[in-house]
């Protein structure tokens, strides 16, 4: 059977590719602080070696629109050409083309729809920053076939936040029942407190740094029962209007297993969001792969 | 009032450079055009197959004219479509880093919890 090497949960900061990239006059201040934390979250996937990457993150209005919109839809194509017009004009993002691998695709659409998520899927799929983000954080080479999957957290009416904590238990256990022995990182983006296009975006911090410090507590410990009892998608918009990106932080929580605290856990504040990093091993982990505890990595 | 509808101006002027740079410069003559030709369109469909039914309100065609963006955000269109497609419009003429997105707060500050309903 296959075997899950890494499950990799982040927030995926579209401004992280022009950012590092800057030079001179041009570069924040950050920049530097921020490319020394995400070199060494990428140490972690990196030394687990995986052969595949199954990749969860959310369209935001651009191939998914409300004509036609999908709670829960995986990719099954050989290629995903990514990122579109408005993130290249916006963010600077590069255009890429990343390789699939169908025969995930197709176990986890089959298996997946089985265990009771009835999953829409998409033979053509061109995909955006919050899974080329990841890409560019965590493996630049872009060189492994990955299994796209996207959640709606964008247009209401939503999926539960329950439902993303079960998808990623059933991804998790799916991957593992693969008849396969290729090694597989599950790897989720989302957000912490967000605010975009309401008064309260693109302030110093994010919007709400006392509930990013509660996400944070909860995801580092995959306290998926005190998270449960904590949001709802009524109170997921009080810390911001883009929270409910947040759910897909719960559906890694789902991958990860319930009270397994991560191996690694890193922060970062920024203007307008706290970046937040987390992985887990679940066979241990690997020689050379950089730990970091709860403690270690938490906000101040 | 139809969220979808503004929405659905909001998506598809911002993915076409054409169609952003007619909204920054002309706007009446492209909400005109633009309810003439895209409106009713089910996008992905062939022109002859296009929706009879969809129309903007009065209030809600003023308020694209105008690139009123604080009118758009209570009459709940989605706040992402319409922050990126102003920013798009109006990031070049401020000088410094993420100056309009501060201003665009600023213009929002009234609002108070809870947001508009931007459910579709």
């Known amino acids: 059977m296959a075997q899950v090497v890494a499950v990799i949960a982040s927030t995926h900061h579209p401004f992280y590719y022009k950012a590092s990239n800057a030079t001179g006059e041009e570069r924040p201040p950050f920049a530097d602080e921020w490319v020394e934390k995400v070199t060494n979250f990428r140490a972690t996937l990196t030394a687990a070696d995986p052969d595949v990457l199954v990749m969860v993150g959310s369209d935001h209005f651009h191939q998914l629109w409300l004509d036609n919109m999908p709670q829960f839809l995986v990719g099954k194509a050989p290629f995903y050409d990514a990122n579109w017009h408005n993130e290249e004009r916006e963010f600077g993002l590069p255009r890429m083309t990343l390789a699939g691998h169908e025969e995930l695709s197709a176990h986890i659409l089959r298996q997946g729809i089985d265990a009771g998520f009835d999953l829409a899927f998409s033979n053509e799929l061109r995909i955006d920053h919050s899974i080329t983000c990841p890409i560019i954080t965590l493996r630049p080479e872009a060189d492994l076939p990955i299994v796209p999957i996207y959640t709606n957290i964008f247009a209401p009416p939503l999926p539960q936040p329950h439902r993303f904590v079960e998808l990623g238990r059933t991804i998790r256990s799916l991957v593992e029942s693969w008849e396969s022995d290729l090694k597989v990182a599950i790897i989720g983006t989302g957000h912490l407190s967000l605010e975009l296009g309401g008064p309260r975006q693109f302030g110093p911090t994010g919007p709400d740094p006392d509930f990013d410090r509660r996400a944070v507590e909860w995801i580092a410990k995959c306290d998926t029962q005190n998270c449960l009892e904590g949001v709802s998608l009524e109170n997921l918009w009080e810390p911001g209007n883009a929270t409910h990106g947040f759910m897909d932080f719960m559906l890694m929580m789902g991958a990860a297993g319930d009270d397994t605290p991560a191996d690694y856990v890193d922060t970062l504040d920024l203007f307008h969001t706290m970046e937040a990093y987390f992985t887990w091993y679940p066979g241990g982990p690997p020689e050379g792969a950089p730990t970091r505890t709860y403690e270690q990595g938490a906000p101040a | ?120």
């Open chain 2, 1 to 120: 009032m139809s969220k979808y509808l503004l929405n659905k101006f909001l998506f598809t002027v911002d993915r076409d450079p054409e169609l952003v740079a007619r909204y920054r410069d002309e706007p009446a003559e492209l909400v005109a055009w633009w309810e003439d030709t895209l409106a009713n369109r089910i996008l992905g469909t062939h022109t002859g197959e296009d929706s009879t039914w969809l129309a903007l309100a009065d209030d809600e065609r003023r308020a694209l004219v105008e690139h009123d963006y604080v009118t758009l955000f209570e009459m709940g269109a989605h706040p992402f479509l319409t922050l990126t497609l102003f920013i798009a419009i109006y990031e070049e003429s401020h000088d410094e880093p993420l100056g309009f997105q501060l201003e665009y707060a600023e213009k929002l500050a009234h609002v108070t919890l809870p947001h508009p309903d931007i459910s579709t």
